[in-house]
Structures are given as C-alpha cells and as structure tokens.
C-alpha cells in the first residue's frame, strides 16, 4: 500500500516565481493536512481538508499561499510570488478518520527559493 | 503562539542508557497526545500515543508519561540504540486542532 506522496523532493526556484507542491494521499483518507517545517517553529499547521473541503487555513501565512484539493486523491500547495523565507521543508500528511489521531506523513518537499 | 513545547533542541545519550524527552503544553482542551519519529530526508512516523485519560503508555522500549496537571509528557526509551537516532516531534491533539513541538534531536552514541 502506498503511502502519501509528494512532489517535487526538491524545488530550487528565484524570488518572485510561483512555486506548486503536489500531493497524493492515502486512498480512503478522508483528511489532507499541508505542514511546514521550518527551524525556529517546528511543524506549522498551514490547512487542512475533509472530504477534499477545506476546513482551517488559519496558519496559511499569507494570501500568496493556496491549497485546493480538486479531488480525494490530489491536493497542491501554490505559492505566488514565492520569496526566500518561504524556504522551507513542506509536508503532506493524511488521516483516516479524525483530526487529532494518528496522521500519515509524505516524504516532504524541501523549497529554497534564492 | 507555541501551545506546545519542547526546550531541549537536541539530547545526546550514550547506547543502552535512558533517552528521555520532554514535552510541556499549554491548552487544557488537548486530551490526546502523540509522538512522532523523523530520520533525515524522510516525513515523521508515528511512534506513540497517550490519550489523557491515562497517565502512562508502553510499547516496548518506548513509554509515555502524562502529567495532567503540570501539562507535561515525556517519551522515555530504554534501552537506547544508535538507531534511535532522530528527530522527535511531539503533538497534541483534541477539540479538532493537533500541535506539533519543535521537535527534539536525540543522537545515541556508540
């Protein structure tokens, strides 16, 4: 069984460009979770979906930041304009049934943006 | 707005002795805690759970602690082993929001 995959593994890209992260995850999960992991704050929460609706994007830092999940087996985190502070390793995670249990994490999306 | 802590960002321990991590949270409404594991280039996998109804939770060489009122966990592992080697994260969940810390770094030493 596959786990959660993401996509790139890696993006190296220049201030002002737009950025996407894809992500594909567990099939039957019902929640899609986009994390951030940066030194200083650990593991941010940007937003979640249940059933491919988004429920809290309270931590997506700034309008430049979106996530759609068009279908339950796809979801993009787009970054526009993108600037070097956004450099950061990006996960998506997946659940099955509930927010707060156990979530499955991607391999992650490590973005420098120069 | 960290409701959830870890202050050592990095443990060394020596193989076969106890690793022991901390976790402090704030909010009162968390009532499910989790550990997670993460090696370098790899996204965190789950480790172990308490949910606060319990004080403590083992599962081989790893156990977790819960002090409620001190709003406290800790992941104890024992004996320790190079490849415990890792990152750990520690979460809390409850009330549809899950926190993460950020993170401990544990090196076992040969």
């Known amino acids: 069984d596959a786990g959660v995959i993401q996509s790139p593994r890696h993006e190296v890209t220049e201030m002002g460009q737009e950025v996407t992260l894809r992500c594909k995850p567990i099939?039957?999960?019902?929640?899609l979770f986009w994390y951030r992991q940066t030194m200083m704050r650990g593991l941010e929460l940007l937003i979640y979906?249940?059933?491919?609706?988004?429920?809290?994007d309270s931590g997506m830092p700034e309008d430049r930041f979106s996530a759609k999940m068009p279908n339950a087996s796809f979801s993009t985190l787009k970054i526009q304009p993108s600037e070097p502070r956004d450099s950061a390793v990006y996960f998506c995670?997946?659940?099955?049934?509930?927010?707060?249990?156990?979530?499955?994490f991607g391999e992650g999306s490590r973005l420098t943006v120069l | 707005d960290q409701q959830v802590k870890q202050n050592s960002p990095s443990l060394s321990v020596q193989e076969g002795r106890i690793s022991i991590l901390n976790c402090d949270y704030t909010?009162?409404?968390?009532?499910?805690f989790l550990w997670y594991k993460k090696y370098p280039a790899e996204g965190p996998t789950f480790l172990i759970s308490?949910?606060?109804?319990?004080d403590k939770n083992e599962d081989g060489r790893f156990t977790v602690f819960l002090n409620k009122s001190a709003k406290h966990l800790s992941l104890h592992i024992v004996p320790s082993q190079p490849g415990d080697s890792a990152v750990y994260f520690c979460?809390?969940?409850?009330?549809?929001?899950?926190?993460f810390g950020a993170g401990t770094r544990l090196t076992v030493k040969p």
């Open positions: 995670a997946s659940s099955a049934r509930t927010v707060t249990g156990e979530l499955f």
């Open positions: 979460a809390a969940s409850g009330h549809n929001d899950m926190r």
């Open positions: 308490i949910s606060s109804i319990k």
């Open positions: 979906f249940n059933n491919n609706v988004p429920i809290d």
């Open positions: 099939s039957g999960h019902d929640y």
């Open positions: 909010n009162s409404m968390f009532d499910y």
